[in-house]
């Protein structure tokens, strides 16, 4: 459990700290190593949540939270001329 104003771990479903309800997933954010040219995935309470895990270099903060893009599946209508 995460409490996102404490920014701490807890397992209660309330914050021990500040008494505000707590979320299941600690959130994620995502850097860019730019060494690897590869989007890595990183809990916000790592310590060491910039350093790219493959070559231990210095990342870049790209977003909070990634979520995957579906493109909107559009039915394309073909209008034929009868
Ligand atoms: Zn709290
Ligand atoms: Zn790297």
Redesign the pocket.
Known sequence: MWCKDCKIETLDKTCPVCGSETIEDIPTEVYY????H?P?IKRINDAQKDI??????K?KYLTADLRPVFPEERRLLELLPP
Do not use: A, K, R
């Open positions: 190593c730019t060494h690897c590869t890595v790219c895990p493959l070559c231990q270099e990342m």
